[in-house]
């Protein structure tokens, strides 16, 4: 068990709790739905996961199998700053997939939000090549 949490960790490439809501599924716009949600990286996937405070860093780790709400495999997506008529908020994220959802992840706090953009963007880049 100890090396599953070592292989794990080491796997883990960024979390942290974000806000996010779909705001499109197939080019259809869907009703915004802003909820925080612990939010993992982790192999070209990025996943969403209900309830924060119960999904906190270790008991995340302690139940890696854990069932995230939502999960976004990043290969062929797309990130970037939402404009201002997206949402009222500040630090925008829109995240589009290859299959047409896209998402807005916000976050108050601008170094978190920049540190997911530089995050996202890297890993959506290796993709491309992979
Ligand atoms: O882009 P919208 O439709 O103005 O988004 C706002 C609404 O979804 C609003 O809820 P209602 O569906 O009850 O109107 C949300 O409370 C707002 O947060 C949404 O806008 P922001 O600007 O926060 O993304």
Same mark, same amino acid.
């Given at each position: ?35 925080? %949600? ?18 906190? %860093? ?50 108050? %706090? ?10 996202? %963007? ?9």
């Amino acid at each position: 068990l100890k090396h599953l949490h070592r292989y794990q960790v080491q796997n883990l490439e960024k979390a942290g709790i974000l806000n996010k809501t779909k705001v499109s599924e197939n080019g259809k716009k869907v009703r915004k739905n802003w909820t925080q %949600t612990w939010t993992v990286l982790h192999g070209g996937v990025l996943t969403f996961h209900k309830d924060p405070k119960s999904t906190a %860093t270790g008991y995340y780790l302690r139940s890696p199998q854990i069932v995230p709400e939502v999960t976004v495999d990043l290969k062929g997506a797309t990130i970037c700053w939402a404009t201002k008529d997206k949402s009222s908020k500040k630090n925008v994220l829109e995240l589009k997939t290859k299959n047409a959802v896209e998402f807005l992840i916000q976050y108050d %706090t601008e170094s978190i939000i920049v540190d997911w953009h530089r995050v996202l %963007t890297d890993t959506i880049r290796q993709l491309v090549r992979s």
